[in-house]
């Protein structure tokens, strides 16, 4: 997904340059007329985090619609649709070219029968569908980019009756990006279809700050990789903007690697909860053709996938990182609904470590709470005091707080 930044011949760059000159003097032009450009996004979209599914990570340029329809038929098939997991999303190469009238083509090799069909397959199961597309000249993968053509891509992604844009970076020589995310926003707006409008930024201008009213979600960092010092990478960068999310934009830390077999098991339990606390789009990136028992077990928790749905939709934050004999180990905490708490402790270092937290230390109103332990799925009773747990290597302990009964009962009255 990142830009390639390969060179391209002057004569295509010459003809670059003259049309975004004109084009810049026509959305003057069109804002003059309209006595002002549309200022925010306007889809009612993005109260919670969106789920589903993304084909980069596995397949990246290697996709067909035969691949995309068993992947709807497996989401339905395995109940994962059935816990959220409605976004059918196609990434980068599905893309060729341009019709005369400067509208975009598939690739009929990869998707005979055209992405209107693919879309109504999709939608025929009861879920959603996702397109890919690029606020630069070109893709990241050299497929024809949004800009400049903005209003014709989502007019044609209005007609395939399309439910989310993922729109990437690449190409853009420089030219600012809010300029380039403003333009397929209005034009989306234009089209009057609600669709998720997913910023791939890569974080470089610190769209947490400014992009809620550009899309319905921001990419904070480059890509992930399927590596346990990536996903350490990206969950580090969170830290001073986790809270900047909420209900209509969301932070989007990348999508899951869960599945995908480059970590241990522990570590995608851990990938996974401390996602699922952050509030991060939840978007699959394995062949769900081939899940283990495991991938499944993950990725079908309802109860941690609850703490990323919470109605209150407060991202988590890292409450502290402290260091221990074998390595870092740390605790995230994230205010639910109901006046409850969800826990991450997180063991990064290279041995079992004991991981304590206070309830004054958690703001917890009251020294007793009730526990339950989500992966476990077990309720570990009243617990006084502090979480006290020894947490493996590489690994999670994820909790639920909640009030006790003496709470509860003094608090309705």
Not at 93 to 114: A, H, K
Not at 161 to 189: Q, S
Not at 250 to 275: I, Q
Not at 283 to 309: A, H, P, S, V, Y
């Amino acid at each position: 997904e990142m830009c390639i930044r390969d060179s391209i011949n002057a004569e295509y760059m010459g003809t670059i340059i003259i049309q975004f000159m004109k084009m810049i003097y026509c959305k003057f032009v069109f804002c003059l007329v309209l006595l002002g450009c549309v200022l925010s996004l306007d889809n009612g979209l993005g109260q919670k985090p969106p789920m589903g599914w993304n084909s980069w990570n596995k397949f990246a340029c290697e996709i067909n619609e035969t691949l995309i329809q068993q992947t709807a038929n497996r989401l339905v098939e395995t109940g994962l649709a059935a816990l959220g997991y409605v976004y059918v999303n196609l990434d980068d190469c599905w893309q060729l070219s341009r019709d005369i009238n400067g509208y975009i083509v598939e690739d009929n090799n990869t998707f005979p029968s055209g992405i209107k069909a693919l879309s109504d397959y999709v939608h025929s199961k009861g879920l959603k569908f996702g397109l890919y597309s690029d606020a630069g000249f070109l893709t990241c993968q050299k497929r024809p980019g949004g800009l400049m053509y903005e209003r014709q891509d989502a007019q044609k992604y209005a007609e395939w009756e399309v439910d989310y844009l993922k729109y990437d970076n690449c190409y853009a020589f420089g030219i600012p990006v809010k300029w380039r995310y403003e333009r397929m926003r209005n034009a989306l707006n234009e089209t009057g279809r609600p669709i998720f409008f997913s910023m791939c930024e890569w974080g470089f201008k610190d769209p947490a700050h400014w992009a809620r009213e550009y899309g319905n979600s921001w990419r904070t960092t480059g890509d992930i990789n399927d590596t346990w010092a990536s996903f350490l990478d990206i969950l580090d960068r969170q830290v001073e903007i986790s809270h900047l999310g909420g209900p209509g934009g969301w932070n989007d830390p990348d999508m899951l690697e869960v599945g995908n077999g480059g970590m241990t098991t522990s570590e995608y339990e851990a990938h996974f909860a401390l996602w699922a606390l952050l509030k991060s789009p939840l978007l699959i990136g394995c062949d769900l053709t081939t899940m283990t028992e495991d991938t499944k077990r993950i990725l079908m928790n309802e109860e941690i996938i609850e703490l990323n749905q919470d109605d209150l939709g407060k991202s988590g934050v890292r409450l502290w990182q402290r260091q221990g004999e074998h390595g870092l180990y740390e605790v995230w905490v994230g205010e639910l609904s109901g006046n409850e708490l969800g826990v991450i402790m997180f063991n990064r270092g290279e041995e079992t470590t004991q991981i304590t937290v206070s309830y004054e230390e958690l703001k917890w109103n009251g020294q007793h709470a009730n526990v339950r332990d989500l992966y476990a799925r077990q309720d570990l009773g009243l617990v006084a005091g502090e979480l006290r747990f020894d947490v493996p290597s590489h690994s999670v302990k994820v909790l639920r707080v909640s009030q006790s009964h003496k709470q509860k009962s003094a608090r309705s009255q």
